[in-house]
């Protein structure tokens, strides 16, 4: 693939190349749905730092928000602001990334909406973009 009039310096791990009239806004805070794995061995509060890894990026991100926690079968609310996830809880988190990144509502397109968590070089959960604020936006709570 050849690309005219970008500094190839400007591209690396993470990079998303997009059409200019749909540009990708980086988001400033991520709400995922997720699934919290075996490896959990301490469990994820408000404030943990976990590294983010979406398509082939990897960022320090910091848990800001637990919205809630899921039925795993059902999808339905079981508990509103849980103090913490342990293993093999489905929930929906608020991430904040350390820098902005590009992702997109899995609703919206598969590829930038997948996620991963990890902590201590292992990973303890999985999840799906909900929700992006981008940095064009103010931050609502």
Known sequence: VGLDGVDP????AGAVLCHPDFPVIPAV????????????????????TVVLHAYSLAVEARVSALTHTLDPRTGDVVKTRPRCLTR????????????????ERYADFRALGRLALRMGGKTVALGVVTQVWSTQEPQAH
């Open 88 to 103: 093999n809880m489905s929930a929906v988190v608020e991430l904040t990334p350390s820098r902005p990144m590009c992702v």
């Open 29 to 48: 805070r991520i709400q995922a749905k997720i699934v919290t794995l075996e490896a959990v061995r301490v469990p994820l509060l408000v404030g943990s």
């Open 9 to 12: 310096a400007s591209l690396g």
